[in-house]
């Protein structure tokens, strides 16, 4: 959802950055409106084609979580192409036809990033070191520290139990952890006393998971766990409630009204399908795009910087694990910031690429530097303005989402910032860097 209103937004900041070229130009506000959404179609339309591609991959080869997302991604890119497209373009000839104004700017962004001259290639090598260092970094993080696996990951039992009055979320986790940590403690054949807790179908519900004894399968460590919960949750019912109403619904309405258990077989063919995913995706992405933009320079530029992006994402899951105050586990959380940061990503480069292009075309005989820098300068405001709005966005949910969400939110700002300075810094100059090289090596031959 977050990534389908991110692209809603861009979609219609690249618009409005297009008319505002024209209005500058010095067309009528009718006729720059008409060209402003003219000349913004190609960086839109390849921009959601590129990441629905990715959504049609994922849908197809992923598996749980990775399908969901996929199916909210689809739909998503489909209703933010109508309204994107359709729907404001009604609105504005709508007010045009009976004579009302509309402006796309103000005193204060007239002239926001208008006129920049900065040579981005020549930035380049600047670029490259610092990347190489982060790449360097979460490589020999992930190496020798690795990751904290959530329960999607390692299995675990699932409990969903029924309060008789509502339940405070972050107290149930605070009681349920504590008990299980307890536990753990006593045993020393226990090495992962992790517990998942989430809302779970109304206020008095709460949804458990937990990798005590995971590993185990017989009924006495089920009836174990069954106890360590009892004795965390009592306290949270209104009236008393016994052990045998708490495990069994067919005494009580409320305590334990399901469970399940997860093994890790199934966590590792969640793990490998997204895996594959998430590559065929990347494969799709580097086709669509070369084929797109006439040349394979321009996917190994885009595949790049996505690979770039999700590796320092992931780098940071495994360096700050245990020392920031929230959960960064690698989970079903972790799979969904991974997938909307290249989803992200690769919508900004490609609009990017799509400038370039249009640059190239208008003038064939400019050196490529000269097109590419102009390019990014000239995209730098529509960069900015979509970047901004949704690091806006995921602030509001780090800040005030609670515990559950806010790994997620805080990967998504850092993926948002190394997404956009990826696309900037890394997918272009390398596409430029392979192009020049590859036309050197054609004009030799």
Do not use: C
Request: aromatic fraction near 10%; charge should be neutral.
């Amino acid at each position: 959802l977050v990534l389908t209103l991110g692209m809603a937004v861009d979609a219609n900041v690249i618009i409005y950055e297009r008319v505002k070229e024209e209005l500058r130009a010095g067309k009528g506000l009718s006729k720059a409106i008409a060209d402003g959404y003219s000349n913004a179609y190609s960086a839109i339309i390849d921009g959601q084609v590129t990441t629905l591609l990715t959504g049609l991959v994922l849908f197809v080869f992923g598996s749980g979580p990775v399908q969901g997302f996929a199916t909210t991604l689809i739909i998503g890119i489909i209703t933010s192409m109508a309204t994107s497209i359709f729907i404001t373009r009604m609105i504005f000839d709508d007010r045009v036809t009976k004579g009302k104004n509309i402006t796309f700017d103000n005193k204060l962004t007239r002239n926001f990033l208008q006129n920049t001259h900065v040579d981005f290639i020549g930035k380049k090598k600047f670029a490259y070191i610092l990347s190489g260092a982060l790449i360097l970094i979460s490589i020999l993080s992930i190496s020798f520290k690795g990751f904290t696996y959530g329960v999607d990951f390692t299995g675990g039992r699932t409990y969903v139990v029924r309060f008789d009055q509502p339940a405070n979320v972050e107290a149930v986790r605070a009681a349920v952890n504590e008990a299980f940590d307890n536990a753990a403690a006593n045993d020393e054949t226990v090495d992962n006393s992790a517990a998942e807790v989430k809302q779970f179908g109304g206020e008095s519900q709460i949804k458990i998971t937990t990798t005590y004894k995971v590993a185990n399968e017989s009924s006495d460590v089920d009836v174990e766990v069954e106890n360590i919960l009892y004795n965390a949750l009592k306290g949270f019912f209104a009236a008393e409630v016994s052990l045998e109403d708490f495990t069994s619904t067919q005494t009580n309405p409320n305590g334990i009204i399901s469970s399940d258990k997860v093994g890790p077989t199934i966590a590792n063919d969640i793990t490998r399908d997204a895996i594959i995913a998430v590559i065929l995706a990347l494969i799709v992405i580097f086709g669509y795009i070369a084929i797109r933009f006439k040349g394979w320079t321009w996917g190994l530029g885009g595949v790049t910087g996505l690979a770039h992006t999700a590796l320092i994402v992931i780098g940071f899951f495994s360096l700050f694990s245990g020392i920031l105050p929230f959960s960064l586990d690698i989970d079903q959380t972790f799979i969904a910031a991974i997938l909307t940061i290249i989803g992200y990503a690769i919508n900004d480069t490609v609009v990017i690429f799509d400038r370039i292009r249009e640059y190239k075309e208008m003038h064939p005989k400019a050196d490529l530097r000269q097109n590419v820098n102009e390019a990014l300068n000239s995209t730098l405001s529509r960069t900015m303005n979509t970047s901004l709005t949704t690091l806006v966005t995921m602030l509001a949910i780090a800040i005030f989402g609670g515990e559950v969400i806010r790994g997620l939110a805080v990967a998504l700002i850092l993926g948002i910032i190394v997404g956009t300075y990826a696309s900037i810094f890394i997918a272009t100059p390398i596409m430029y860097d392979v192009t020049k090289k590859a036309e050197a090596k054609k004009a030799k031959k």
